[in-house]
């Protein structure tokens, strides 16, 4: 399967630890995204990143979560101190320039 | 900023009836506009895309959708739902000026009973 990786599906963790995802992209896309999506609601865009270059953030990328792509292939996304409102799924999605984005399956975050 | 409203959450459907979605845009300028579909237990996957051209796009599975610039919608249609039909689907957009991030609808919820 060639399509985008990502690593754990699922994480259960207690409020105020760390966690970290990673995201495989589709090996020819050097652009890569990060969303999050909560129950019931649309996917909402986190950060964009073309090849290394993290060139977009939202402003719900609060100081906690943290972004690297530090080979221009995979990703990974950090967050810190993790609140009860960090449960969430997170997507990975890449593509190539002008086309559209793949998605991943994604990585459920439960905080207890 | 731009936003995405899907009208209707969750839909109701019989096998072999017709199907249209609603979705409405708020960005007035030139904007890319997609349906991805989520299938219980899978990834989102495109349905379909416009770009520039003809507003009316064909997609995946006899999906096809309708750009109205005038009325900002991009509504979803299909003339006969299956049982497999039975998803969530997601309309959205990037616009000209708002970089690379997809700015998707709520969601509506479509389940085709046999």
């Known amino acids: 399967d060639t399509g985008v990786s990502q690593n754990p599906r699922h994480k259960i963790t207690k409020r105020g630890q760390n966690v970290t995802f990673r995201c495989d992209p589709i090996s020819e896309h050097n652009r890569l995204y990060w969303y999050r999506q909560t129950l019931g609601q649309g996917p909402e865009f986190l950060t964009y990143f073309q090849n290394e270059a993290q060139l977009e953030k939202s402003r719900l990328l609060s100081d906690r979560f943290s972004a690297e792509r530090p080979k221009g292939s995979f990703s990974t996304l950090e967050i810190q101190r993790t609140e009860q409102g960090d449960s969430a799924m997170y997507l990975c999605a890449s593509s190539a320039a002008g086309q559209p984005q793949h998605f991943g399956d994604g990585t459920r975050l439960s905080i207890l | 900023a731009q936003s995405v409203s899907q009208h209707n959450h969750h839909v109701i459907l019989s096998e072999a009836a017709s199907l249209e979605l609603g979705c409405n845009y708020s960005?007035?300028?030139?904007?890319?506009l997609f349906w991805y579909v989520q299938y219980p237990g899978q990834h989102l996957q495109l349905l379909l895309k416009y770009f520039s051209g003809d507003p009316l796009v064909k997609g995946i599975k006899g999906f096809e959708a309708e750009f109205i610039k005038s009325k900002f919608s991009f509504n979803l249609r299909k003339p006969s739902v299956q049982w497999s039909d039975t998803a969530e689907y997601f309309c959205a957009v990037i616009s000209n000026n708002a970089g690379n991030m997809l700015t998707f609808g709520g969601g509506t919820r479509l389940m085709v009973k046999p």
């Open positions: 960005y007035g300028g030139t904007v890319n």
